[in-house]
């Protein structure tokens, strides 16, 4: 990978970091919300390996 896309998945990670962030300090800690943040991770971070990890 060169270095624009480790730029870039390193503000993707912090941005989604942030978010998880902050819905982990404001909502409750139920099952719901862990299953919120393991979706979410899924849906951003597989296709994004997928593209620029795999090849």
Do not use: D, Q
Request: net charge positive; charged share 15%; hydrophobic share 60%.
């Amino acid at each position: 990978m060169t270095t624009g896309r480790w730029i870039r998945f390193a503000c993707i990670l912090g941005l989604w970091l942030f978010l998880v962030y902050i819905v982990w300090t404001r909502a409750e800690h139920n099952f719901m919300t862990v299953f919120a943040i393991v979706a979410s991770a899924i849906i951003v971070f597989v296709p994004l390996y997928k593209k620029y990890i795999r090849k």
